[in-house]
């Protein structure tokens, strides 16, 4: 456990020295590939090429760890190829997944297309509403024609899960079909609210061990081996950002209209050491939205969670050992990208 700390400690100066260069260099030779690159560089090429289904499940909150134990279950259907990718910054839904169907970075999507970047930052119902509009608009921005109209499918709890198991083979003849998929995020969410989940899954190995036993009997192993006897099918997986292990906390100041999350803020005011956060004065340099003439974010580093001084020991108790997301770490930065082909 110190070597990761280290190693987190490590890549949170190596992204504060480099990620600003990445967002401003088109050339994908000298950056790594970020989220904003995933559906032109790896679903679009394919939906040229081939004339059979291609699917792209997009998995919120899903590690990379986690993705090796699933992968476990379903290698022997599949032939897979595996890269990676960072996520954009904050690591959080409602900018990532935005922002990976978008293909456009969250001040972009602002700009380009202000209707469909507006809402509630707490509220991922209202934040992430368009993302077949953006993933539509994308495909539309890179002049590639479909065969047939765009599907798209949000799956938030088990029954719709199912349902979209059993009616899966009617999509055989559609040309691409997004899925978006929440549960992961749900179970990290949950293990902060539940005493349960926190007995269940104590630690990180426990953590892969209940993906484990989820997915071994969910809808989306099902759905998988259904997709392994569509011949000619493709499927992408991928998520917009994993999670971490949160074990310290950091006292932040910030005005009432803070936004809540524990590993970013953005707000007027914000003070935070720069040991524990980015401070970002000029959201545009990290093309962020703006939200106004005086607002500021913050980031969170390494494995630290945000705590104002009310209730301070009451709060940093409170959510010690959960985990969070919306920061920088290897965890919740360095994501899969998986391509399959039925055997």
Not at 111 to 132: A, C, H, I, Q, T
Request: glycine letters at 4%; hydrophobic letters at 35%; proline letters at 4%.
């Amino acid at each position: 456990n110190e070597q990761k700390k280290e190693c987190n400690k490590q890549f949170s100066k190596f992204i504060e020295k480099n990620y600003k260069k990445w967002l401003n260099e088109k050339d994908l030779r000298h950056r790594p590939y970020l989220t904003t690159d995933i559906v032109s560089e790896y679903v679009l090429p394919d939906i040229e090429k081939t004339d059979g289904p291609v699917f792209l499940f997009v998995i919120d909150c899903l590690r990379y760890d986690q993705w090796l134990v699933m992968e476990q279950h379903i290698k022997d259907l599949f032939r897979i190829d595996k890269s990676f990718y960072y996520s954009i910054l904050p690591t959080a839904t409602s900018y990532a997944r935005n922002s990976l169907f978008a293909g456009l970075f969250p001040s972009e999507i602002e700009r380009y297309y202000p209707d469909l970047w507006r809402g509630d930052d707490e509220d991922e119902r209202s934040m992430n509403k368009f993302e077949k509009d953006l993933l539509q608009l994308q495909i539309e921005r890179k002049k590639i024609k479909l065969r047939n109209e765009l599907k798209y499918f949000k799956i938030i709890d088990p029954d719709y899960g199912r349902n979209f198991e059993q009616n899966l083979l009617s999509l055989k003849g559609n040309h691409l079909t997004a899925v978006v998929v929440n549960f992961l995020d749900m179970i990290a969410h949950g293990r902060s609210d539940s005493e349960l989940l926190k007995e269940i899954a104590p630690d990180e190995g426990a953590y892969r061990s209940l993906t484990n036993s989820w997915f071994t009997f969910s809808y989306l192993i099902q759905s998988f081996r259904t997709l392994a006897k569509i011949k000619n099918a493709r499927i992408f997986i991928t998520t917009d950002h994993g999670s971490i292990r949160c074990m310290r906390g950091a006292k932040v100041l910030g005005d009432k209209e803070t936004s809540t999350n524990l590993r970013f803020k953005y707000g007027r005011n914000l003070k935070v050491d720069d040991k524990h956060a980015i401070f970002i004065k000029d959201p545009l340099e990290y093309k962020l939205p703006r939200r106004g003439v005086t607002v500021n974010y913050i980031i969170a580093k390494e494995d630290y969670y945000f705590v104002y001084p009310t209730d301070y020991h009451k709060y940093l108790n409170y959510y010690k050992d959960t985990f969070q997301h919306g920061g920088i770490s290897l965890e919740e930065m360095i994501l899969p990208v998986i391509k399959m082909e039925p055997k």
